[in-house]
């Protein structure tokens, strides 16, 4: 579609207000900045369901929630920090991790916000919304005092975690990012631990060990009995059906994309404890899980097993000190009073790096360049919108191959009028006409 620049941009109405919808909107940038320019030197993707959806929410949907991105230091998730940009390379603008994500959320008509709770005390009260979602991120390790330049900065304290959680318990949506969290020392060692666990578990049943990172393994077919890791990455994937290590469960969150293909980036173990042990009146369900197999587990010894396959080019079954399929990655909770909390093992399967990520993959006989986890994206959306309760709007999952109208040369453009009121109505004329006359003997 050589004239996407001139076509009419779409006007959607409601009975008070109006938006109109530009072609930029309808027609985007592909998402992989480094794919290849096409012959007609511009490429869009159209996005016009996205885009008009989005336009009929913000005229219809008048209740809105605030997503509050919630962290303690660091840097926002959400706003680039212009301040680090380099004026001699222009080409590379800073970005935010959960930058395209926060686009997303706001179509979805979500007002995002970032909370930095080391310096603001107070959880902010958003404009224009009826109530919060809190996205709580693990607060950021203090930086290793040198007794030289000693530091200001400290790290989280039990007042300021407290200022979180009470925002969190006067919301009652909260979702709570986890993953697997390196060991506090050059020389390995225990970490700090998961700043939030014990909340989760006493309050939610829900126990999380940020000391386990779950890797895919494959067998070394060079050495019989030695494993390897099947990728360089410790990322767990859904969507291949059985041979996928991850499975989607049938709660309504994930049980539309079942399907589809999502991923799960150093993710560490969820666990459910018994109902003896959680408070009375939870009801707690697994979103996803890694299935029971044998080739993957979690790893409580990163250095160890590192040093086991630079020295043998792999290592032997899980030791005792891991953690064997299956586990959960992901879990919902709500009480008898309709607070609900969703937690995730992997801190970092919805940012963008994950969640938009694009390469080579299969469709028919092709080989396309198209997004490798989209339902990374939904996951979270749907999440938002089950904390919410607003269920009609959880996404369907993906849908079929529908025939579009992807190329269409400037000769075929100038014919379409034609074909369309000339041809088209003459033919259906003329249908009439002949069976009138053969009507008429």
């Given at each position: 579609?050589?004239?996407?620049?001139?076509?009419?941009?779409?006007?959607?109405?409601?009975?008070?207000?109006?938006?109109?919808?530009?072609?930029?909107?309808?027609?985007?940038?592909?998402?992989?900045?480094?794919?290849?320019?096409?012959?007609?030197?511009?490429?869009?993707?159209?996005?016009?369901?996205?885009?008009?959806?989005?336009?009929?929410?913000?005229?219809?949907?008048?209740?809105?929630?605030?997503?509050?991105?919630?962290?303690?230091?660091?840097?926002?998730?959400?706003?680039?920090?212009?301040?680090?940009?380099?004026?001699?390379?222009?080409?590379?603008?800073?970005?935010?991790?959960?930058?395209?994500?926060?686009?997303?959320?706001?179509?979805?008509?979500?007002?995002?916000?970032?909370?930095?709770?080391?310096?603001?005390?107070?959880?902010?009260?958003?404009?224009?919304?009826?109530?919060?979602?809190?996205?709580?991120?693990?607060?950021?390790?203090?930086?290793?005092?040198?007794?030289?330049?000693?530091?200001?900065?400290?790290?989280?304290?039990?007042?300021?975690?407290?200022?979180?959680?009470?925002?969190?318990?006067?919301?009652?949506?909260?979702?709570?990012?986890?993953?697997?969290?390196?060991?506090?020392?050059?020389?390995?060692?225990?970490?700090?631990?998961?700043?939030?666990?014990?909340?989760?578990?006493?309050?939610?049943?829900?126990?999380?060990?940020?000391?386990?990172?779950?890797?895919?393994?494959?067998?070394?077919?060079?050495?019989?009995?030695?494993?390897?890791?099947?990728?360089?990455?410790?990322?767990?994937?859904?969507?291949?059906?059985?041979?996928?290590?991850?499975?989607?469960?049938?709660?309504?969150?994930?049980?539309?994309?079942?399907?589809?293909?999502?991923?799960?980036?150093?993710?560490?173990?969820?666990?459910?404890?018994?109902?003896?042990?959680?408070?009375?009146?939870?009801?707690?369900?697994?979103?996803?899980?890694?299935?029971?197999?044998?080739?993957?587990?979690?790893?409580?010894?990163?250095?160890?097993?590192?040093?086991?396959?630079?020295?043998n080019q792999g290592c032997t079954r899980p030791s005792e000190d891991d953690v064997r399929a299956p586990f959960a990655l992901a879990v919902a909770a709500s009480d008898a009073s309709g607070k609900k909390v969703v937690v995730f093992g992997s801190e970092q399967f919805m940012a963008d790096n994950v969640a938009q990520a694009s390469g080579f993959m299969q469709i028919g006989n092709a080989l396309v360049i198209g997004q490798l986890y989209p339902a990374n994206t939904d996951i979270f959306v749907n999440t938002l919108h089950?904390?919410?309760?607003?269920?009609?709007?959880?996404?369907?999952?993906?849908?079929?191959?529908?025939?579009?109208?992807?190329?269409?040369?400037?000769?075929?453009?100038?014919?379409?009028?034609?074909?369309?009121?000339?041809?088209?109505?003459?033919?259906?004329?003329?249908?009439?006409?002949?069976?009138?006359?053969?009507?008429?003997?």
């Open positions: 579609l050589t004239r996407w620049q001139h076509g009419p941009p779409v006007l959607v109405e409601s009975e008070k207000e109006a938006r109109v919808v530009s072609n930029y909107e309808l027609w985007q940038p592909p998402k992989d900045r480094h794919a290849p320019v096409g012959p007609e030197g511009d490429d869009r993707v159209f996005a016009g369901e996205s885009a008009i959806s989005s336009a009929i929410l913000k005229l219809t949907q008048k209740d809105k929630a605030a997503v509050v991105f919630t962290r303690f230091g660091g840097t926002s998730p959400i706003k680039p920090d212009y301040s680090q940009m380099n004026f001699m390379n222009m080409r590379q603008m800073p970005t935010a991790p959960y930058q395209e994500l926060a686009q997303i959320l706001e179509q979805e008509n979500f007002v995002t916000y970032d909370w930095d709770v080391s310096k603001e005390k107070t959880p902010p009260t958003v404009e224009g919304t009826t109530r919060s979602i809190y996205v709580v991120f693990p607060p950021e390790p203090p930086p290793r005092q040198n007794p030289m330049e000693p530091s200001p900065q400290q790290g989280i304290t039990p007042a300021d975690r407290q200022i979180i959680l009470d925002a969190v318990n006067a919301s009652g949506a909260a979702i709570f990012l986890a993953g697997y969290e390196q060991p506090a020392g050059p020389f390995g060692g225990p970490s700090g631990g998961y700043e939030y666990a014990e909340y989760l578990k006493s309050t939610w049943g829900i126990e999380v060990d940020s000391r386990y990172v779950a890797w895919r393994f494959t067998p070394n077919p060079q050495r019989p009995g030695w494993w390897a890791p099947a990728a360089r990455d410790p990322i767990l994937s859904t969507g291949g059906g059985p041979e996928s290590p991850v499975r989607l469960t049938d709660h309504p969150i994930t049980e539309p994309l079942q399907n589809d293909r999502a991923a799960f980036y150093a993710a560490c173990p969820v666990r459910v404890t018994e109902a003896a042990s959680r408070p009375a009146g939870l009801e707690v369900q697994v979103l996803a899980e890694v299935r029971d197999t044998q080739d993957v587990w979690a790893l409580g010894d990163l250095m160890r097993v590192s040093e086991e396959i630079k020295r089950w904390l919410t309760g607003e269920s009609n709007r959880i996404a369907l999952g993906p849908r079929g191959e529908v025939p579009r109208l992807t190329k269409l040369d400037e000769a075929w453009a100038n014919r379409l009028p034609w074909l369309l009121l000339g041809i088209w109505p003459a033919s259906a004329l003329l249908v009439g006409m002949c069976v009138w006359f053969v009507r008429r003997r």
